[in-house]
């Protein structure tokens, strides 16, 4: 873990500009919101998220967050068919702000395109560099 600009990057996920992150799990893809997106978001206080089953492709909206002041849509970084959903962040929405890189994770899918689409989420190395220019 590095911290630039008080905000946490973890090692060993995968970053999206829409400040979603990707772990990946024994051909399972681990997707949440990132420090840096749930700390500008501050208080979020409602989660909508897909149904297990449903096929989501990278780019879409893949659910929303709310906050007191904004309702924020989630964009997919990979494509997949959902398989858990982390129902315990829709009963207690402020897990993404406590632990977002832990409890706080939203959805696990089951990656299609997981060779051709990975390359297109920046590594840690890339995640590093682009958060430095983000003050």
């Given amino acids: 873990m590095v911290r630039i600009n ?3 990057v ?5 970053y ?11 051909d ?6 990132t420090d840096y997106g749930q700390k500008n978001l501050k208080e979020i206080v409602n989660v909508m998220l897909p149904d297990l089953g449903v096929f ?9 967050l709310e906050t007191a002041k904004a309702v924020i849509d ?34 696990k899918i089951a990656p299609l395109n997981l060779h ?12 590093i560099e682009w958060y430095k220019t983000l003050t």
Avoid: C
């Avoid at 973890?10 to 995968?14: D, E, M, T």
């Avoid at 999206?16 to 024994?26: A, F, G, L």
């Avoid at 492709?57 to 659910?63: M, N, P, R």
């Avoid at 989630?74 to 832990?102: C, H, Q, R, W």
């Fill in 116 to 127: 051709m689409e990975l390359p297109k989420l920046m590594d840690f190395s890339k995640a």
């Fill in 10 to 14: 973890i090692n060993g996920l995968y």
């Fill in 56 to 64: 989501i492709a990278q780019g879409d909206i893949l659910g929303s």
């Fill in 6 to 8: 008080n905000y946490e």
């Fill in 28 to 33: 399972i893809a681990v997707i949440g919101i």
């Fill in 16 to 26: 999206s500009e829409t400040h979603v992150w990707v772990r990946i799990e024994n």
């Fill in 74 to 107: 989630i964009v997919a970084p990979l494509s997949g068919t959902v398989k858990e959903v982390n129902e315990n962040v829709i009963g207690k929405p402020s897990l993404i702000n406590e632990d977002p890189y832990g409890r706080g994770w939203l959805i």
